[in-house]
């Protein structure tokens, strides 16, 4: 028995040896794709673009199958992924749509233990009705059989996401056709599966299954029965609110439980008084507050920070994305709402750095509180005495400049001089007592 069970173990030694020395190949020492370009403003017009059709395509009330074609041509395409390399800054990937195919080519860093390597994807897919299908996969200069690859890709994402995200993924297309350089793309994606699939994802990015809605909407109403009751204003500073959402979070968690309740409370605090888009952003996540309907009379729609409504919006929203998610996501829908907004002419219109400063100091209160136990959470609640205790003093910070203004100065958001004024935000955030 013993013979048998060393042989078995043996046998196992030497199929990993020999997967691992098979990996290895596929591995290269630098990436065969070019490095991205930072995303435009109007690599961000495209990619809101995108974003609103694909949810109002997926929803069940979409009954023709005209309804749920998407149209993306190959510049709107790659502007797509230069926006999600921004969020994710570790790869590369650039799409070609050529004749009746789309070519596309990918090269991913490693983590530690094979830091510096790298893995080189490129794969071919032509038009298909029914399920998606590649036609060619190379990966690190072999090709590979591209079926058995997909199903491993399939399994890997329902493994990592749960919420068999990776049938929802392949299910997601259910036809593709090519006319010159557009790709029309029918939709097989229903609302309860991109939900789910959003919920999975923004489990991975923060390390832990996100709260449910149920949880959410109970910090909402309350909110909301406080603000009707006339126990936190309707106009003024937004502190009041902060500070009844925190203690809310505090009074109802234990040390193992307190980055779910924050989680839960700073999103109702989105809902309520954060940016109209959140909810484009996070899907049913935010809640679907049974109380919703209820005739409430008051809100939160003129209460300010600093004395600005845009300034009480940014905070929370990005608040409520970095208890979601990871920084680099959290920190960039910031960005992106500032190149979109460099689009406009209005007075109102360019990179404002104030909202980057108050996009700052939501994410640094979501990490200060999350990396935290309820007695940090307690002293910090008793330092929330004024605005200037949460909040960066945003009159020290750029205001809005044109987009002509900003390249001059700035050149992109990828740029030296960019780094070098989000660093100086930073250090002005370090000097809040809180942090």
């Known amino acids: 028995m013993r013979r048998v069970l060393s042989l078995g173990f043996v046998l196992v030694v030497l199929v990993l040896a020999g997967a691992g020395v098979l990996f290895a190949t596929l591995l290269d020492a630098a990436p065969r794709t070019g490095p991205m370009a930072a995303p435009s403003p109007e690599d961000i017009a495209v990619t809101r673009r995108f974003v609103k059709e694909v949810r109002q395509k997926t929803l069940d009330a979409a009954p023709l199958e005209r309804d749920r074609v998407l149209a993306l041509s190959e510049l709107e395409a790659n502007g797509i992924l230069r926006t999600a390399a921004r969020m994710f800054p570790a790869g590369r990937a650039q799409v070609l749509v050529l004749d009746d195919r789309v070519f596309a080519q990918a090269s991913l860093p490693l983590p530690w233990p094979?830091?510096?390597?790298?893995?080189?994807?490129?794969?071919?897919?032509?038009?298909?009705?029914?399920?998606?299908?590649?036609?060619?996969?190379?990966?690190?200069?072999?090709?590979?059989?591209?079926?058995?690859?997909?199903?491993?890709?399939?399994?890997?994402a329902n493994l990592v996401l749960g919420n068999h995200a990776g049938d929802v993924v392949l299910g997601s297309a259910e036809g593709l056709v090519i006319e010159d350089d557009q790709l029309l793309l029918s939709l097989a994606l229903r609302e309860d599966d991109k939900n789910g699939f959003m919920n999975a994802l923004f489990g991975v990015l923060r390390g832990e299954a996100m709260p449910s809605s149920e949880m959410i909407d109970d910090y909402y109403v309350d909110l909301r029965r406080a603000i009707d009751a006339g126990e936190l204003p309707d106009r003024g500073s937004y502190l009041p609110h902060l500070r009844f959402v925190l203690a809310r979070v505090l009074e109802r968690s234990n040390?193992?439980?307190?980055?779910?309740?924050?989680?839960?409370?700073?999103?109702?605090l989105a809902k309520a008084c954060g940016a109209q888009e959140f909810s484009m952003i996070v899907?049913?996540?935010?809640?679907?507050?049974?109380?919703?309907?209820?005739?409430?009379?008051?809100?939160?729609?003129?209460?300010?920070?600093?004395?600005?409504?845009?300034?009480?919006?940014?905070f929370t929203t990005a608040a409520a994305l970095r208890a979601?998610?990871?920084?680099?996501?959290?920190?960039?829908?910031?960005?992106?709402?500032?190149?979109y907004d460099s689009l406009g002419s209005g007075s109102r219109s360019g990179f404002d750095f104030s909202d980057?400063?108050?996009?700052?100091?939501?994410?640094?209160?979501?990490?200060?509180?999350?990396?935290?136990?309820?007695?940090?959470?307690?002293?910090?609640?008793?330092?929330?005495?004024?605005?200037?205790?949460?909040?960066?003093?945003v009159t020290r910070l750029p205001q809005i400049m044109p987009r002509a203004e900003f390249e001059a100065r700035f050149g992109s958001i990828s740029s030296e001089a960019y780094a070098k004024q989000f660093a100086d935000i930073e250090a002005l955030i370090d000097e809040i007592p809180i942090h």
């Open 283 to 314: 899907g049913r996540l935010v809640g679907r507050s049974r109380d919703d309907m209820a005739g409430w009379q008051r809100a939160c729609d003129e209460v300010v920070f600093a004395d600005r409504i845009d300034i009480r919006r940014h």
């Open 255 to 268: 040390d193992e439980t307190l980055a779910n309740e924050y989680t839960a409370g700073v999103f109702a």
């Open 114 to 156: 094979l830091e510096g390597q790298w893995l080189n994807v490129e794969g071919v897919a032509p038009e298909f009705q029914g399920s998606p299908r590649l036609e060619h996969i190379d990966v690190g200069g072999w090709s590979l059989p591209p079926a058995p690859l997909v199903e491993m890709a399939r399994m890997a």
């Open 324 to 339: 979601a998610s990871n920084r680099g996501m959290s920190v960039s829908i910031g960005e992106f709402k500032e190149l």
């Open 356 to 393: 980057i400063g108050a996009d700052q100091s939501g994410i640094r209160l979501s990490d200060t509180i999350m990396a935290g136990t309820r007695a940090d959470l307690s002293r910090t609640l008793n330092h929330l005495q004024a605005e200037s205790d949460v909040l960066v003093d």
